[in-house]
């Protein structure tokens, strides 16, 4: 695919940060970490521009990327609800207030989405064998705990997602959340089947803010790469958003410039493409 996106910007702000979602763009769907990704991150550091990731996972599940890429920024996890340093130290955390988590389960279960929390260090769900647990687990390498109910689990809770291979129940309950909770969380899906629900300050777009006063940057120096609805916040609030290849049109739309996808090793092309030749 060839897109007036896709040509190489003829002039762009320096770049000193680069910003990276994981599922569905730093990894492939199988969720590996290719060298050919391994090998860009090392190329932005020699450029002298730092690399970050955020995503909807948990902390401990991108542990596992901190050695290869040689990670020394924060990592926010949870869409930016829970921020550690790479030996995952908690530098920040923001929960869900403690009287909406009953509400979003109930409305997660209207629309039939399974219902899992983190909370803490643990990722709790209601059903071992339920839809998508057997890989995520495989995804984030920790096993969930079973919860009966949600007694005892209501506060400190990072991250609530609704579950369904039902896309379109997962598209109508994220609006309904909208609706009914409106600056009180942020909701979005991280992929077709999860909706994530976080705190109103936990998004990917004041991941960005807080990268750039933590850099002392503008964040017209940070650039910013993703796949899903929940990364357009933080298109929208760098100098420099690439979407994937693999996005759907709306994202794309959202983005100043398309890649190819993550099957593809679009991530490792948009460092070369549009990011290094930023600092020439």
């Given at each position: 695919?060839?897109?007036?996106?896709?040509?190489?910007?003829?002039?762009?702000?320096?770049?000193?940060?680069?910003?990276?979602?994981?599922?569905?763009?730093?990894?492939?769907?199988?969720?590996?970490?290719?060298?050919?990704?391994?090998?860009?991150?090392?190329?932005?550091?020699?450029?002298?521009?730092?690399?970050?990731?955020?995503?909807?996972?948990?902390?401990?599940?991108?542990?596992?990327?901190?050695?290869?890429?040689?990670?020394?920024?924060?990592?926010?996890?949870?869409?930016?609800?829970?921020?550690?340093?790479?030996?995952?130290?908690?530098?920040?955390?923001?929960?869900?207030?403690?009287?909406?988590?009953?509400?979003?389960?109930?409305?997660?279960?209207?629309?039939?989405?399974?219902?899992?929390l983190y909370r803490g260090t643990e990722w709790y769900v209601p059903d071992l064998n339920g839809p998508h647990v057997a890989r995520e687990a495989w995804t984030v390498k920790f096993q969930p705990t079973l919860m009966s109910g949600f007694d005892g689990l209501t506060g400190d809770v990072a991250k609530m997602v609704g579950v369904s291979d039902d896309h379109d129940a997962v598209s109508?309950?994220?609006?309904?959340?909208?609706?009914?909770?409106?600056?009180?969380?942020?909701?979005?899906?991280?992929?077709?089947?999860y909706l994530d629900v976080t705190h109103p300050d936990a998004n990917k777009g004041k991941v960005v803010q807080y990268l750039a006063e933590h850099y002392?940057?503008?964040?017209?120096?940070?650039?910013?790469?993703?796949?899903?609805?929940?990364?357009?916040?933080?298109?929208?609030?760098?100098?420099?958003s690439i979407a994937m290849g693999n996005a759907d049109p709306q994202v794309q739309r959202s983005a100043r410039r398309v890649t190819g996808s993550n099957e593809d090793n679009g991530f490792a092309a948009a460092v070369r493409r549009f990011v290094l030749p930023t600092r020439n």
């Open positions: 695919m060839t897109t007036s996106q896709e040509s190489t910007p003829a002039t762009e702000a320096p770049i000193r940060l680069f910003l990276a979602d994981v599922d569905g763009t730093l990894v492939t769907q199988d969720k590996v970490l290719t060298d050919d990704a391994i090998e860009a991150v090392h190329q932005l550091g020699e450029a002298g521009i730092l690399f970050a990731i955020t995503s909807g996972r948990p902390p401990r599940g991108m542990e596992m990327l901190v050695e290869p890429l040689g990670l020394q920024t924060p990592v926010a996890a949870f869409n930016g609800g829970l921020i550690v340093k790479p030996d995952m130290t908690v530098v920040e955390r923001r929960t869900l207030p403690e009287p909406l988590v009953l509400p979003i389960a109930q409305l997660m279960t209207s629309f039939k989405l399974s219902v899992w109508r309950a994220s609006a309904a959340a909208h609706d009914q909770f409106g600056d009180h969380v942020t909701a979005a899906p991280s992929q077709p089947y002392h940057l503008s964040t017209d120096e940070i650039a910013t790469i993703g796949d899903q609805p929940n990364d357009v916040l933080m298109f929208a609030h760098s100098g420099l």
